[in-house]
């Protein structure tokens, strides 16, 4: 159906165009074409630069008519040629990521070709290689093979009927009946010996020889090569180890031509020497580690012991001497000499140097004990610098000691009491100072006869004018209120501040009010009671008696953060003292 257009008429409204409903009728038509082209069936959508197939599975299908062709804007598609169109551009396929770009069962990643479906790819015509050819793989020449130059087989096998070579020939890894021949490494198959067998009365000639990566054998020197690996001569059955003139068996060194064995050099013997004929040292005898000698031993000249050495039961090491098995260490000099020690130290902390006796251990006391019943004898003693009065030490029997005077120029520790300076304090932690007298005593402080038992509940302490205290019954035990006084100045004629009390603990208080304005010889005197709520203060004032015409102050209250408040406000600016006595009563 062709496309219908709807008749406007010639000028508005002059009634010469198509009626609405044709109009609409027209309309209507055009839609219904329009939504029945393959613009908008169901199988295609377009939707911004994007035509896609909206069935499950559906190919998208362009087809140019007769000749034509699709374009791109460099490249046309024409029957099942790919073209390029733009002048000496290549046609580039470039795949995604690590994806390939694939022809049939061929497939090129990056400069590799590949087979999805085989494990070959067939090359029916002649191949032309400019460049060198690397193969990895075993390779197979069916045909004759002609080189211009070398062929060289870098890895993989190569295998040959027959391999006849006129000039120089280089193999990698190559097999030899049962030899294997692979960079600078001869191997046989199956556990097979490598028996290398000179011609005649040739030798086998190798300058430097290395067996099983240890023995070296280079000129004239045989060396293990391994680190720290012994080099083990070993002979079969009851053969020896013979070196020169030298037999080794087992462990013993002997000489077949000679009585003795001569060594040029030092010798060092990590164990035990054990010498069972006469030995001659005509030098120096240095032992690392033990000498034992089953008989006597003399020594004219200097004895120098450089290791660990045993005499009977005392050990020397470096600079320490012990003893064996719990035995104790005696230095006893002979007949009337001594034993003289420059400087010694007892268990690591008492030294002693000189005249003098130390303790080395940080804070250590010295302890001087006696043993059993016996004392400690000091003669002439000076005691840290101080005095020692009216005590006698060294007596034959012990007595008390009564001292004079006691002068302590730091604090005093008694047990648990310390007295530093003016105050005596318990030194434990929590602990009650008590200070009892004894008997019917009494414990005086200031001239104050203390009592020495308690009293009854709420009583109070009272003196009888002659300094002895005794608890008697308080006239009032104010349980359910308290009394207090203070003083306030107020400068102002604002309201300010009187006094304030605890809206949780107190409900009413009483206050007797002096009041003093100094500055206009003005004097009164009044009360005031005052509650609460909780949440309001209520105050009325009465009696009061004044020097003025007109009270020296108005009084108000109010709750403000907890606590009831009194208020007063001045009829002057002038310096106003307000003294009061208060009495509160609990809520």
Known sequence: MAQQVLNVG?????????????????????????????????????????IA??????????????????????????????????????????????????????????TSFSSGDSSSININDGLIVDGTANVSGATTLSGTVNLGSTLTATSGATS????????????GTTNIDNLNFDDNIISSDSNADIILTPGGTGSVIISNLTIDSNINITDNQISATASNSDLVLSPAGTGNVIAGSLKFSGTTISSDDSSSININEGVIIDGTANVSGATTLSSTLGVGTN????????????????????????????????????ADIRIVPG????????????????????NEITTLA?????????????????????????????TVIGGTTAVAGTFTTVTATTSAVIDGVTIQDNEIASNASNADLVITASGSGKVNISGFDMPSSDGSNG?????????????????????????ADASTTVASSATSVLNTFAVATYRSAKYYISITDATNSRFEIVEANVTHDGTNAFI????????????????????????????????????????????????
């Not at 003289?340 to 007892?346: A, D, K, P, V």
């Not at 302490?461 to 009032?476: I, M, V």
């Open 291 to 326: 000498l034992t000698v089953d008989g006597d031993l003399s020594v004219t000249g200097t004895v120098t012991l450089s290791g660990n050495t045993n005499i009977d039961n005392l050990n020397f090491n470096d600079n320490i001497i012990s003893s064996d098995s719990n």
């Open 459 to 483: 009583q109070v302490l009272r003196t009888d004018g002659a300094g002895t205290l005794s608890f008697a019954t308080a006239g009032a035990s104010l349980n359910f209120s308290d009394i």
């Open 335 to 354: 007949g009337t000499g001594s034993v003289l020690i420059s400087n010694l130290t007892i268990d690591s902390n008492i030294n002693i140097t000189d």
């Open 362 to 390: 940080s804070n250590s006391n010295l302890v001087l004990s006696a043993s059993g019943t016996g004392s400690v004898v000091i003669d002439s003693a000076d005691i840290n610098g101080g005095t020692i009065d009216n």
């Open 160 to 171: 040959l009927s027959a391999l006849t070579v006129t000039g120089t020939t280089t193999l």
């Open 540 to 587: 009325a004032t009465f009696g009061s008696t004044t020097s003025y015409t007109d009270p020296l102050c108005t009084f108000t209250a109010d709750i403000n953060s907890g606590n009831v408040r009194i208020l007063v406000t001045n009829i002057t600016s002038d310096s106003t003292v307000f003294k009061f006595q208060r009495m509160v009563i609990d809520v």
């Open 53 to 110: 197939a909206t069935r499950t599975n559906d190919d998208l299908v362009f087809s140019p008519a007769g000749t034509g062709g699709i374009r791109f804007p460099a490249l046309q598609i024409s029957g099942n040629n790919i073209e390029g169109i733009r002048t000496n551009e290549d046609i580039n396929l470039i795949p995604s990521g690590t994806g390939s770009v694939v022809f049939g069962s061929i497939q090129i990643s990056g």
């Open 10 to 50: 010639s000028n508005a409204n002059d009634g010469t165009g198509d009626t609405l409903r044709n109009a609409m009728i027209k309309v209507n038509d055009n839609f219904t074409e329009i939504y029945a082209s393959p613009l908008f069936n169901d199988a295609i959508l377009i939707s911004g630069n994007e």
